[in-house]
């Protein structure tokens, strides 16, 4: 008997951890996409054989997220992770090319990342204080997203020995597994040895001992990754609104380095990119600002808008 499109995305998710060497985060985010369009060829076909993922089924799919709101970005995520899945039944013979190819790539918007001024971050690193354990954690949290560029991902990942005080620069493991050394802003390596301070008195109080995360909760457990998010976005949202997000610091690294005459293939590696790209939005970004200053300040500025 043929395996079903569930044992094969099991077969495929354990092919990419393996060969392609993908984060947990990333497994877990092809599994729900792909798991998505099995439930919607279910609703037509008991028999979830390969052969069921044609494209009009993947067309179907898409075209019901579509119409559901969901935005061009996620659906094109999606679609990106439906493509991997059917090359890789393709290279395992359950199908004969790959259905994906055949559908129209949707056009981008051209969204540019939300980014702050530099005076507005300020303005939130200012608000953090340093009165107990979770102030100085916070602290450091937005200090080092915002004085290495490092994803949320990468930052909870650290352990005590990446971070190097005497040279300012911590090692990280970024996308695939591609290790890369980024250097700290004073003011993240300041906050990073306060916090190492403040975690030290915390884990003392505990009756278990030190666990080896470097970031913990307020019960001294691992900080997951939602309750940093919390955290974070609760920092920006105090004066930004609740649609902020720790990767808006990510944002603001980049395109504060390059507003201040940073050479692009630099960011690129800073921000652990492979390709540049996916750097160079923020040239975008950047020029949309200048322009902005531009009809702010010129005498003439207002007849260009």
């Not at 993908?22 to 052969?51: C, F, N």
């Not at 980014?115 to 971050?121: D, G, K, T």
């Not at 004085?147 to 005080?165: A, K, Y």
């Not at 306060?194 to 080896?212: F, I, M, N, Q, W």
Request: contains cysteine; charged residues 25%; glycine residues 6%.
């Amino acid at each position: 008997m043929s395996p079903t499109l569930p044992e094969l995305l099991a077969d495929f998710l354990l092919d990419i951890s393996a060969r392609k060497r993908r984060s947990g985060h990333t497994i877990a985010a092809y599994g729900s996409d792909i798991r998505q369009l099995i439930e919607h060829v279910r609703k037509d076909a008991p028999d979830l054989g390969a052969e069921r993922l044609s494209v009009s089924a993947i067309r179907g799919h898409l075209q019901e997220l579509a119409l559901s709101g969901l935005a061009r970005a996620s659906i094109e995520r999606k679609r990106a992770a439906i493509s991997e899945f059917a090359k890789y039944l393709v290279r395992a013979g359950r199908l004969r090319e790959n259905p994906t190819t055949r559908l129209g790539r949707a056009r981008s918007s051209r969204k540019l990342p939300q980014v702050y001024s530099q005076a507005q971050v300020a303005a939130v690193l200012d608000r953090a204080g340093d009165s107990d354990f979770p102030a100085v954690r916070t602290r450091a949290l937005l200090e080092f997203l915002y004085g290495s560029g490092l994803r949320i991902s990468e930052l909870l990942s650290l352990r005590t020995l990446d971070v190097d005080p005497r040279q300012g620069t911590v090692r990280v493991t970024g996308k695939g597994s591609k290790p890369r050394v980024v250097p700290l802003s004073r003011a993240a390596l300041a906050a990073f040895a306060d916090y190492v301070t403040a975690r030290t008195k915390h884990v003392s109080a505990l009756p278990a001992g030190a666990p080896e995360a470097l970031w913990l909760s307020d019960r001294g457990k691992p900080l997951t990754r939602f309750r940093a998010y919390r955290i974070v976005r609760d920092a920006l949202a105090a004066l930004y609104g609740d649609r902020s997000s720790p990767h808006v610091l990510r944002h603001c690294f980049a395109t504060h380095l390059l507003e201040r005459g940073a050479d692009l293939r630099a960011v690129q590696e800073l921000l652990g990119h492979s390709s540049l790209g996916t750097t160079q939005k923020y040239t975008h970004v950047t020029a949309e600002r200048l322009k902005l200053v531009h009809e702010q300040a010129h005498p003439h500025g207002e007849k260009l808008r």
